[in-house]
T-cell receptor
Framework: KQEVTQIPAALSVPEGENLVLNCSFT??????LQWFRQDPGKGLTSLLL?????REQTSGRLNASLDKSSGRSTLYIAASQPGDSATYLC????????FGAGTTVTVRA | DAGVTQSPTHLIKTRGQHVTLRCSPI?????VSWYQQVLGQGPQFIFQ?????ERGRGNFPDRFSARQFPNYSSELNVNALLLGDSALYLC???WGSGRTEAFFGQGTRLTVV
């Protein structure tokens, strides 16, 4: 059974600092990994998709890496802003998406 | 283009009742999946449908059922509601059978009293 863990569970940083969010998974037989953002009480917004054959993916201030063999992914958010405050979820896809519990980020102005 | 749309956005039901949740995928997407998210946890997989056939089912009781229509929209049905069914129900659509990027709707918040 796939287990996905996200550390830390919560993170508070001052505006401008870079964010580093970690995700680990137990079964490396995945097709892809996806990072999502969730605002309180809302649905999920897709941030980045990394196929299993890729090592990293970038979109604007966001960069995600994937090391499938060690079962790890890291999401980097450069120069954080108060609008980045949200819960960030990673999910791996084998035949379904398996999610971590998320990292709740607060960026202080 | 419209994203994934879910209806209703909120509803309150009484224990023992039945509920139907609806999802319209992004135009051109043929796969719809359903997830349940309890407060403070990540979403849990319930069902996946692709080309109107069930392709996967999570660890949920038979009270949960779903179907996909010819226009690729989907319904999730839950019978004999329990207090523990209170959650945010999320629908995701993707172009292929799931190996492509998944896009989620805003969810339906179900409260069982």
């Amino acid at each position: 059974k796939q287990e996905v863990t996200q550390i830390p569970a919560a993170l508070s940083v001052p505006e401008g600092e870079n964010l580093v969010l970690n995700c680990s998974f137990t079964d490396s037989a995945i097709y892809n990994l996806q990072w999502f953002r969730q605002d309180p009480g809302k649905g999920l917004t897709s941030l980045l998709l990394i196929q299993s054959s890729q090592r990293e993916q970038t979109s604007g201030r966001l960069n995600a890496s994937l090391d499938k063999s060690s079962g790890r992914s890291t999401l980097y958010i450069a120069a954080s802003q108060p609008g980045d405050s949200a819960t960030y979820l990673c999910a791996v896809f084998d035949y379904k998406l398996s999610f971590g519990a998320g990292t709740t980020v607060t960026v202080r102005a | 283009d419209a994203g994934v749309t879910q209806s209703p956005t909120h509803l309150i039901k009484t224990r023992g009742q039945h509920v139907t949740l609806r999802c319209s995928p992004i135009s051109g997407h043929k796969s719809v999946s359903w997830y349940q998210q309890v407060l403070g946890q990540g979403p849990q997989f319930i069902f996946q449908y692709y080309e109107k056939e069930e392709r996967g089912r999570g660890n949920f009781p038979d009270r949960f059922s779903a179907r996909q229509f010819p226009n690729y929209s989907s319904e999730l049905n839950v019978n004999a509601l329990l207090l523990g069914d209170s959650a945010l129900y999320l629908c995701a659509s993707s172009w292929g059978s799931g190996r492509t990027e998944a896009f989620f709707g805003q969810g339906t918040r179900l409260t069982v009293v």
